[in-house]
């Protein structure tokens, strides 16, 4: 739902969204946002013009986590394919984050996902449950001692049996996606490694993104001529 603030329909969030008729546990789940920010708290105050967005709860809204293994200050998660990594436009209550946290008894605001797997995208998650652990990551990281590796079905066999790719990324027309050589590009290094051929010329490929911008894997494979079809 999309709604305008017009003269009488309130000062607040809470006003705006009782006259518009939306569920009351819309601000609670994450799923209200007032232009492009996510609201926290129902007593915000609007204005006329502003625009309120309400998303639909998602059908499966509390998943369950599967925590893998627990380090310290570091807990890392299995994420089944179909619910976001962190919170997005349908709210909070269904992402990996929130299962993360009911799963640890602790308020999702400790929990940090120290990198993120599309909605579409099965794998392991790790989070971080403090600022110290977060600083500890990135170091880790910019020292190259963090690694990411993923398996990807590419369309067609890359032509040498391992390389690496690294057109720029930008932005698309779109600000959610990211397109190679878009608007404002940034450096982008992508390693892989055929494993395995298919018989119709499909190809597994074992894959290390060397630096983490948005959708890189998927924007790689495409641009270089190997979309990835799973």
Do not use: C
Not at 88 to 94: C, L, M, P
Not at 130 to 151: D, F, M, Q, S
Not at 215 to 225: E, N, T, W
């Amino acid at each position: 739902m999309r709604w305008i603030v017009r003269p009488g329909d309130g000062r607040t969030v809470r006003e705006v969204l009782s006259r518009a008729g939306a569920d009351g546990d819309a601000v609670s789940d994450g799923r209200v946002f007032l232009g492009p920010r996510r609201v926290r708290l129902s007593g915000e105050e609007v204005r006329e013009g502003d625009v309120v967005h309400v998303a639909a709860p998602p059908a499966n809204d509390e998943p369950t986590a599967t925590l893998l293994r627990r380090a310290g200050d570091f807990v890392a998660a299995d994420k089944p394919a179909g619910i976001p990594t962190i919170p997005d436009h349908a709210g909070s209550t269904h992402a990996l984050l929130t299962a993360v946290a009911r799963a640890l008894g602790v308020d999702p605001s400790r929990v940090h996902a120290t990198s993120r797997l599309d909605r579409d995208v099965s794998g392991v998650v790790v989070f971080a449950l403090t600022k110290a652990a977060i600083k500890r990551l990135a170091r880790a990281r910019a020292e190259g001692a963090y690694e990411r590796r993923y398996v990807a079905l590419a369309a067609r066999e890359p032509g040498t049996q391992r390389g690496m790719w690294d057109v720029p990324i930008g932005r698309a027309g779109d600000p959610r996606l990211r397109m190679a050589n878009g608007r404002d590009p940034v450096d982008a290094r992508t390693s892989y490694e055929v494993v395995g051929l298919a018989p119709r010329g499909e190809a597994m490929l074992a894959v290390a993104p060397l630096t983490g911008r948005t959708h890189q894997i998927r924007v790689h494979f495409s641009a270089l001529g190997h979309p990835i079809v799973g």
